[in-house]
């Protein structure tokens, strides 16, 4: 899913330099690539948040059952292997954050001059 993360330097590389200007429309390659981007984040995004809620809720569930029999080692077991998968998915949250910043100040530094996002 982090494909385009992945190879944005390569993408942008492909970027003519100012002698070759003319031959490649950087412009919409930017744009493209822009879009992309947007596209991927906000899927991954959309993913990890998806199996933030559905871990809550089965934390939740193991959290009753955990109440109603308090000496059932399975289910404590269920329930703290819950919670780190939980928090797993939450830093995943801060990792995107981190590899979406990073991917959009290579995106600004080489497309400033073609593309401005926004327009």
Same mark, same amino acid.
Request: aromatic share 6%; glycine share 2%.
């Given at each position: 899913? %982090?494909?385009?993360?992945? *190879? $944005?330097?390569?993408?942008?590389?492909?970027?003519?330099?100012? /002698?070759? *200007? #003319?031959?490649?429309?950087?412009?919409?390659?930017?744009?493209?690539?822009?879009?992309?981007?947007?596209? /991927?984040?906000?899927? @991954?995004?959309?993913?990890? %948040?998806?199996?933030?809620? $559905?871990?809550?809720?089965?934390?939740?569930?193991?959290?009753?059952? @955990?109440?109603?029999?308090?000496?059932?080692?399975?289910?404590?077991?269920?329930?703290?292997?819950?919670? @780190?998968?939980? %928090?797993?998915?939450?830093?995943?949250?801060?990792?995107?954050? $981190? $590899?979406?910043? %990073?991917?959009?100040?290579?995106?600004?530094?080489?497309?400033? /001059?073609?593309?401005?996002? #926004?327009?």
């Amino acid at each position: 899913m %982090r494909d385009v993360d992945d *190879k $944005i330097i390569y993408a942008l590389n492909a970027l003519p330099t100012e /002698s070759f *200007k #003319g031959q490649v429309n950087s412009e919409s390659t930017c744009r493209d690539l822009y879009a992309k981007l947007q596209e /991927s984040h906000l899927a @991954r995004q959309e993913s990890i %948040r998806s199996c933030i809620t $559905i871990s809550a809720s089965n934390l939740k569930k193991l959290r009753e059952k @955990r109440e109603t029999q308090p000496d059932d080692v399975d289910t404590d077991n269920q329930f703290r292997a819950e919670q @780190r998968k939980l %928090r797993v998915l939450q830093a995943e949250l801060n990792v995107e954050d $981190i $590899i979406k910043d %990073r991917s959009y100040k290579t995106f600004n530094e080489r497309c400033r /001059s073609y593309f401005h996002a #926004g327009q």
